[in-house]
């Protein structure tokens, strides 16, 4: 089985930075993609951020020039760096641990509160 943990988010001002983390514990051995997703109140879960097993990134437009994402193999866990961030930040953001190309699995979410 494997689990996913999030770091906890929190409240920022406007042009302000944050960085989230989620270690990956388990079977978790295998090509894989670990992603950031959100959610906005009201709203469906809207892609971040993703990086491959080979280090590979892609961004939603939205933070591209904002956010970094990264992983630290040796620890199972993936970052999500994020920098001038705006109200429509907001959300809760959910780590995704996707193994081969066939399982997937969610982090418990953490919540960011971007006020303006």
């Known amino acids: 089985q494997v689990q996913l943990v999030e770091s906890r988010g929190g409240l920022v001002q406007a042009g302000g930075s944050l960085r989230l983390s989620c270690a990956v514990s388990g079977s978790a051995d295998g090509p894989n993609v670990m992603a950031w997703y959100r959610q906005a109140p009201g709203k469906p879960r809207d892609f971040v951020a993703r990086i491959n097993s080979g280090a590979m990134t892609a961004y939603a437009n939205s933070v591209k020039d904002r956010f970094r994402i990264s992983r630290d193999n040796a620890k199972n866990t993936v970052y999500l760096q994020m920098n001038n961030l705006k109200p429509e930040d907001t959300g809760v953001y959910y780590c995704?641990?996707?193994?081969?190309?066939?399982?997937?699995?969610w982090g418990q979410g953490t919540q960011v509160t971007v006020s303006s």
């Open positions: 995704s641990f996707q193994l081969r190309g066939i399982y997937v699995y």
